[in-house]
């Protein structure tokens, strides 16, 4: 693996994902990993983080609003808001850019087809309305954390959501849409082109990286990860967990333990 020790610390990026890569699914950051991280890692390189949840979602997992002041880059839900050094810079809006009438149509069809879905079992939330984005969770996103594992073996075998993703894409061929599997439990809906690789447009407009990197855990076609990883301006590394993560970036620094 090509190192990047001897570069500096402004002229190397690094940008994670959340759940799978900095922690463990829908699971809280370990503090061993966070102490690695902000004392080995920050030092060393500008780090932000590219996230499908939202920002309430953000601070649940990593920490709280401190995080605004470790990343220097802070992109929940793929990017469309855009957190700079602490600062909210900009935001953009779903409803605004399908409109009212297209977004009803949206949502009244999944929630039938959610209602003729036979399961193991349902919960509550079966859809989270973000600025950027629709998070569509077929067992309901108040699940319990056994119930969350449960579900994604089950759908590894039934395909519940991948099925559901050509259904949808086939009612609104006529609307410009894209769908991801993220995480264990429910598809992110969202503008062509408002995938993780759009927050890349706010890092490479006003500094000259030599070298951006990207981990993640879902970056194969259809994960929520994959635009970015592909991307040509990003050097990917698939991960499985934080301890991958790690791994990955003691080689890539030359660190030791």
Known sequence: MTTTKNLARNKILLLFDVDGTLTFPRADIEP?????????????????????????KMFEQLNGQRILQHFDYVFPENGL???IK???VGKQCLHR???????QRFINFVLKYLSELELPFKRGTFIDFRNGMLNVCPIGRQCTREERNFFAEYDSQHNIRSTMIKRLQEEFHDIDLTYSIGGQISIDVFPRGWDKSYALQFVTNDTEFSEIHFFGDKTEPGGN???????PRTIGHKVS???????????????TE
């Not at 990993?33 to 939202?54: L, M, N, Q, R, W």
């Not at 850019?97 to 977004?103: C, P, V």
């Open 32 to 56: 061993e990993f966070e102490e690695f991280f902000y004392s080995k890692i920050k030092p060393i390189a500008t780090i932000g983080i590219v996230g499908g949840s939202d920002l309430e």
């Open 81 to 83: 808001v855009q957190i």
């Open 86 to 88: 602490g600062t909210e």
């Open 97 to 103: 850019h399908l409109g009212e009438k297209t977004l």
């Open 225 to 231: 990860d994959h635009e970015i990883f592909i991307d």
């Open 241 to 255: 967990n934080p301890h991958d993560t790690k791994k990955i970036l003691m080689e890539l620094f030359q660190l």
